[in-house]
């Protein structure tokens, strides 16, 4: 196909605002486990304030040291989306700073989701409606050149596969990625675990908690418990 790796799709197939709202106050952790338990982003990928992350994710292939795309992005970007950014894991030169995150602020977007560096970091922490999850933090700055780059097509952030019109979901703990055919499964089985680890939370405060699981665990897979210590004669 013409255009391969300097191409611009301009269209995302976008979720419906309630399904995205079916993740609001869903913990990643909860969703993640919904999803086998190896859906997250690589635990490098770290958020750089405490602003929950939600929204469409419109994806950017950037070559290393070079946003143009990057910038054009924030242009095509609407409002409640997310800009996703695979930059290879550059982490020589920031591929962002406080001048793209304030521009992106003012159109609505959600937050940047970057497998590259970030600087201005101290601005960062002061944001109360802007999530900034990336790899690294890098003083050094990157060019923009002509490229070349590609918008809105599959692309990888820290070993996690991000598709246009994803849904990002992102806190404390990390960052996830759904697919809109899977969302509606996916939050109401989150929300599910959420709820029943709220339950058992509750029980663990009053000292009501059952272990005995553990036990059974231990003598199903056959564990074989030695009256004494391991240096006993």
């Not at 605002?17 to 086998?36: C, G, H, K, Y």
């Not at 950037?62 to 997310?82: C, E, K, R, T, Y």
């Not at 937050?111 to 970030?118: A, E, R, W, Y």
Request: aromatic share 6%; hydrophobic share 45%; net charge negative.
């Amino acid at each position: 196909m013409p255009g391969i790796g300097f191409r611009i799709y301009t269209k995302v197939h976008r979720s419906s605002p309630d399904l995205l709202e079916a993740f609001r106050d869903l913990p990643v952790s909860n969703i993640v486990d919904t999803m086998q338990k190896i859906a997250a982003a690589h635990s490098a990928i770290k958020p750089f304030n405490h602003v929950p992350l939600l929204g469409t994710a419109i994806t950017v292939k950037a070559p290393m040291g070079d946003n143009l795309m990057f910038h054009q992005a924030i242009s095509m970007a609407q409002a409640g989306d997310v800009i996703v950014v695979d930059g290879g894991g550059c982490t020589e030169r920031a591929i962002c700073g406080e001048n793209m995150m304030q521009i992106a602020r003012q159109n609505g977007i959600r937050g940047f989701l970057i497998d590259d560096s970030i600087r201005d970091v101290a601005a960062v922490e002061t944001f109360e409606d802007f999530a900034v999850f990336a790899r690294a933090v890098m003083p050094n700055a990157s060019y923009k050149g002509l490229g070349p780059g590609e918008i809105n097509v599959p692309v990888s952030v820290g070993g996690m596969v991000v598709y246009p019109g994803d849904i990002i979901v992102g806190d404390q703990d990390g960052v996830v990625a759904i697919q809109p055919k899977d969302a509606a499964e996916i939050a109401a089985a989150a929300k599910k675990l959420y709820e029943k680890e709220q339950s058992n939370l509750q029980l663990i405060q009053k000292g009501e908690s059952d272990r005995s699981w553990v036990m059974e665990a231990l003598l199903a897979r056959g564990c074989t418990f030695i009256e004494g210590s391991w240096n006993d004669n």
